[in-house]
């Protein structure tokens, strides 16, 4: 199959069957050196000297590696990479640091464009980068975006009715509401498949803030909403200060403090600069 499909053949970057083909063959690549005593300098190469010249004299004493092309070994080592970036073996920022170098010193275009898309996906999310903007219905059937609250801090919250710790939370959320709403402003979206789950809820409930559903089908994955309740602290300027941020229950307070503190300064005209900045409720 190497020899038929790959060895001296093109590769069909924009062909989706060929692109199938080319991540199932070669699935779990480093998993070859796992077995030999190869696999101790694989690590090293990632996770101590961090650059393509000492990864290449690993990968390449790998027989079906030796014989692909450039483009095809590029398009493997940032295949296999960016799979790599959860497990626990290879280190978030030594894998981020040899894509980076290859982004450079690439001469293909098309890794060049699959190479910034990755970049955008490791910076999504991150503290101090935008928060990803997206359109909710309110419960009173106003339609608005989390853009709508630029200016103000807002407190956001993915949330599901029938989930039982997001009610919990909800409950020293109002708490916290009660006590902060005039610095913050607080946003429960509803991941309920309906937006009549969150309005029968709520009808029982009460709660004054904001609450609102979006149709969008891939929030959950736009803001790595992988268990739920979910919170994210996002500044005036729309930055993410805490990315996800601590729960109701789990100290956030701390911050909603400082925040009103920086309020109460700013108001005294005696502020220094710096104070003022949404990134110094972090120090």
Known sequence: MLEEFLV???????NPEFARFYKDFFNGFFRFFATSNLDTKLGASINVHQNLDSLYSVLNTNKYFKQLSEEQKELLIITELFYQIESKKYKKQSIENILAELQTSTIFETHKVLLSEIQLKFTKLEVFSESPNFEF???NGETKSLQDFRGKYVYLDFWASWCKPCIEEMIIMNELYEKYNQNIEFIS???????TRAEWFLKKKEYPW???HTNLSNIKEIYDVRIIPMYYLIGPEGELLQSPALRPTGGIERQFYKIQQLYKEQNTGDLPSWKIKPKSIND
Do not use: A, N, R, W
């Open 189 to 195: 979206i509803s991941i309920d498949k309906s937006i």
């Open 210 to 212: 904001t609450f609102g």
């Open 137 to 139: 219905k309110t419960l």
């Open 8 to 14: 001296g053949k093109e590769v069909l970057f924009y």
